[in-house]
């Protein structure tokens, strides 16, 4: 299963270079990326399957995973194809509509997307009912 593990880099030249290369050393493949610059940090959440390789990797590089998540990723749900004008309004609100709060998406490589949820076996059900 997919994991997202958060990681808190400085927001300066090679952080990105140091995470990467740290993954692809290992044999790691990033599945998917999504980073946000913020007063000198960098927030990162990074789609791995292999994710205890991945954490011993990133650890041995002094990049500590701060955060170990659970997510949805998209071909565990059916097509159609999620780069569809409304697609994601239609997820977000069929989610909104039963009580499930989104905490976490972003797009992953082969246009994937990545959920984390209050609740992702009912989410995971929901939206593959609506598809």
Not at 58 to 69: D, F, S
């Amino acid at each position: 299963m997919a994991k997202d593990l958060f990681v808190t880099l400085t927001d300066q030249p090679g952080e990105g270079a140091r995470l990467g290369e740290a993954l692809g050393n290992a044999g790691v493949n990033i599945e998917g990326l999504c980073a946000l610059m913020e007063g000198g940090t960098a927030n990162v959440h990074v789609l791995v399957d292999d994710v205890a390789t991945a954490r011993a990797a990133l650890e041995g590089a002094g990049i500590v995973v701060q955060a170990e998540t659970d997510v949805i990723v998209s071909p565990a749900l059916p097509e159609p194809d999620v780069d569809t004008p409304g697609r994601f309004g239609q997820m977000a609100r069929a989610l909104s509509d039963a009580g499930i709060n989104i905490t976490l998406v972003y797009v992953a490589s082969r246009n994937r997307v990545v959920l984390a949820t209050s609740d992702n076996e009912r989410a995971t059900q929901l939206l593959k009912s609506m598809m």
